[in-house]
């Protein structure tokens, strides 16, 4: 990637004429690749050319006979240096304005430039549906992205590392010093309407937009959460072993019976105790990361959002009847045909695939 210096050296060897043809065609193949410079180079060249001075015109012979005579008339009275120190300073006038017009557009280009690279330096990493992958974050901390997921941050040169959250992920942050502070630098998950901040931590997060709640279940160290923008509600601290399931809003999409972060002690009661005595990889809350998509008592409608994203398909429900029906069990190797024959042999309903989409209708 250019610098901004290396850009407006390029633009300005264009504007004043004195670009080779290398100079060309390496500004040309950035324009191509930034086309948000060329609106700049416009706008720099409409100020170059507004301000340059105007091209003289041809001197034909009457005209310099004219000039001539002028010139003697103005040496007789004592005059003649005056006319060339007058449009002598009016050519340094011209050319002292434009070149601060230039100086404030190159540098109003330089700021939107270092913002530009400033947006493309944050990293995105995709688990699109049907997939999932896994991540080494700059700190050395793991990531992983269950399907229809996305994760966005920059670099952690700064104060805390952020990274913001679409979906799920499992991560495993390791700690780090900060050289500054001598400190841990903390850990900070942007999900949904919550922030969860941790040092050094193994924990899952379920932040999916279409879901009306976000739920995270913490393995080994401490987390606390917060609500975004709540600066009354006190922080929930999880403990190892424990989830918290809160609503994507404080009220739960106008569910004011639903509660959030308002007291700690109302998120105390919401928070639900995880069984561990049993592995780490037995966890309903983390089985996907070991290839295994749970559900416990889901209706349809919301093991149907878990399939379309774990098969990357999209589930169409023809009767109301049909999403009120209640699924347990495990999905892992099984294809799309052989899970809903699955699923058919524990509750009975009808089923037709037409490539990528499934028709469900129920049986009554």
Known sequence: MET????WFLLSRNLSGDATEQDKEELNDLI?????????????????????????????????NRILLLAEAETAVGETTTPVIRIKKQRRLYWAVAA??????????????????QALAANEVVAPKGSKTRTILPDGSTVWLNAGSRIVYANFNGPEREITLEGEAYFDVVSVISPATHQKKPFIVHAGTIDIRVLGTAFNVKSYPEERTIETTLIRGLV???????????????????????????????????????TNQSAIKQIIHIDSTIKESEHIETAWVYNRLEFRGDNF???????????????????????????????????????????????????RIVNNEVFIKSTK
């Not at 330089?110 to 913002?115: F, K, S």
């Not at 922080?235 to 639903?258: A, C, M, Q, R, Y």
């Not at 994203?309 to 045909?337: H, M």
């Open 100 to 117: 601060i017009l230039v100086l404030a557009a190159s540098a109003w280009l330089l700021v939107t430039w270092n913002n530009k690279r």
């Open 224 to 262: 606390k959460i917060t609500r975004k923008g709540d600066t009354k509600g006190e922080p929930v601290f999880l403990h190892p072993n424990e989830k918290i399931v809160l609503p994507t809003s404080s009220t739960d999409g106008g569910n004011t019976n639903e509660p959030a972060i308002a």
């Open 4 to 7: 901004p210096e290396r850009i």
């Open 32 to 64: 191509q690749q930034y086309p948000e410079l060329m609106q700049q180079y416009d706008m720099l060249h409409q100020l170059w050319s507004v301000n340059a001075p105007a091209s003289e015109e041809p001197v034909t012979s009457d005209k310099l």
């Open 301 to 351: 409608e919301q093991l149907a959002q878990k399939l379309e994203r774990w098969y990357n398909i999209k589930v169409y429900f023809e009767d109301p009847a049909a999403r009120q029906l209640v699924f347990n069990g495990s999905l892992q190797n099984e294809t799309v045909e052989q899970a809903f024959t699955a699923l058919k042999e524990a509750v009975p309903f009808n089923v």
